[in-house]
T-cell receptor, first 114, second 111 residues
């Protein structure tokens, strides 16, 4: 069974450009999470969805960040406009809603904004 | 409030030596606890989990952890370190919030 799939794996863009990160959760999982990892701040939860509905977006740093989950098998995280401080590794994770709630992580997208 | 504290941001052991990574938690509800491992330039991988029942849980790659409610601890151990164990390890709590991550412990293995 395929794990969580993220694309692209690497993204290099210039400041001011729009960036879209994509995630396909594990089939049958109905919760999806977006994280950001940096050396300075560690792993941060940005937003999560249950059954395609955003539940908590309090971790989204600014209005420049938005996330959607149009169906159970696809989610996007968009940054518009991007800034150098957005450079980080972005992870997507999914899980079923029942206990014990372990999450399964994708390989991440390494974003560099110059 | 729920929290996870990992003691030591960096642990260094010799190859073949015991690995001990410490984790203490605070939770207002019975916790589920996990250890995740992150190898360089990779995502987080579930190493083992405690849900209910047996307090000594075994995971992949020879790791195990013991849940001690009285000490609110969930330390990770491996009898003999291997070079391939060098990675970042995260202790993670699931209570009534999605997941609460510790800050991670970087394990270095010296030949």
């Amino acid at each position: 069974d395929a794990g969580v799939i993220q694309s692209p794996r690497h993204e290099v863009t210039e400041m001011g450009q729009e960036v879209t990160l994509r995630c396909k959760p594990i089939s049958g999982h109905n919760s999806l999470f977006w994280y950001r990892q940096t050396m300075m701040r560690g792993l941060e939860l940005l937003i999560y969805f249950n059954n395609n509905v955003p539940i908590d977006d309090s971790g989204m740093p600014e209005d420049r960040f938005s996330a959607k989950m149009p169906n159970a098998s696809f989610s996007t995280l968009k940054i518009q406009p991007s800034e150098p401080r957005d450079s980080a590794v972005y992870f997507c994770a999914s899980r079923t809603q029942g206990a014990p709630r372990e999450q399964y992580f994708g390989p991440g997208t390494r974003l560099t904004v110059t | 409030a729920q929290s996870v504290t990992q003691l030591g941001s960096h642990v260094s052991v010799s190859e073949g030596a015991l690995v001990l990574l410490r984790c203490n938690y605070s939770s207002s509800v019975p916790p589920y606890l996990f250890w995740y491992v992150q190898y360089p330039n990779q995502g987080l991988q579930l190493l083992l989990k405690y849900t209910t029942g047996a307090t000594l849980v075994k995971g992949i790659n020879g790791f195990e952890a013991e849940f001690k409610k009285s000490e609110t601890s969930f330390h990770l151990t491996k009898p003999s370190a291997h070079m391939s164990d060098a990675a970042e390890y995260f202790c993670v709590l699931s209570g009534n919030t999605p997941l609460v991550f510790g800050k991670g412990t970087r394990l270095s293995v010296i030949a």
